[in-house]
């Protein structure tokens, strides 16, 4: 099936550190989306990438859609305590005006004050 | 602009009794979404609307989840009876028609003892 391995499971960091997770998939895929879910919450959309070697940033986030369109790559700068979360990367599949998202099994991100 | 709307956020029910989901998405959105989120994992779609019109519900348990989306605007899911491993986080979400990004509200906390 069209599968997305995301990794790392969880990270455990210190406040101000850089953070780095990402999303592979033997599957070629034409937009990747990378959400966060709050605890209690539902996922947020962060960013949504449309074209191979896009990088798009969003404050302190940067991602990039990979090459190869099997993977893609977010990056969290200078981390604070309330980017503490779960990052889901997700992918689009169906075409014309259906499209339903699978979805990685998240990192857990916990920053330490 | 008001984001996808979930009712209720907790709900604890005994196995066997029946249970109702209530979401109301983005206004203009003609696509809704009900996933289902167990503990540790990524949303899982279970039901698929356009407009009024089910487009795919292949993931949902038919025995015993059943939704509906009369008017084209807010949807129900309903779990009738529900076992012990229905526990999960259900997810509403809403696309406008023909979009690959998916808006998601804060969820119902279903709890099944």
């Known amino acids: 099936g069209q599968q997305l391995n995301q990794s790392p499971q969880s990270m455990f960091i210190q406040e101000g550190e850089d953070v780095s997770m990402n999303c592979t998939s033997s599957s070629i895929f034409n937009t990747w989306l990378w959400y966060k879910q709050d605890p209690g919450e539902g996922p947020v959309l962060l960013i949504a990438?449309?074209?191979?070697?896009e990088l798009t940033s969003n404050g302190r986030l940067t991602a990039q859609f990979g090459i190869t369109r099997k993977d893609s790559f977010l990056n969290i700068s200078a981390s604070i305590p309330s980017d503490v979360g779960i990052y889901f990367c997700?992918?689009?599949?169906?075409?014309?005006?259906?499209?339903?998202?699978?979805f990685g099994k998240g990192t857990l991100l916990t920053v330490n004050p | 602009e008001a984001g996808v709307a979930q009712s209720p956020r907790y709900k604890i029910i005994e196995k066997r009794q029946s249970v109702a989901f209530w979401c109301n998405p983005i206004s203009g959105h003609a696509t809704l979404y009900w996933y289902q989120q167990i503990l540790g994992q990524g949303p899982k779609l279970l039901i698929q609307?356009?407009?009024?019109?089910?487009?795919?519900d292949s993931q949902l348990p038919k025995d015993r989840f059943s939704a509906e989306r009369l008017k084209g605007v807010d949807s129900t899911l309903k779990i009738q009876p529900a076992k012990l491993e229905d526990s999960a986080v259900y997810l509403c979400a809403s696309s406008a028609a023909g979009a690959k990004t998916q808006y998601f509200g804060p969820g119902t906390r279903l709890l099944v003892l």
């Open positions: 609307f356009q407009n009024n019109g089910v487009v795919d």
């Open positions: 990438l449309y074209k191979a070697g």
């Open positions: 997700a992918a689009p599949v169906g075409g014309g005006s259906n499209y339903k998202l699978t």
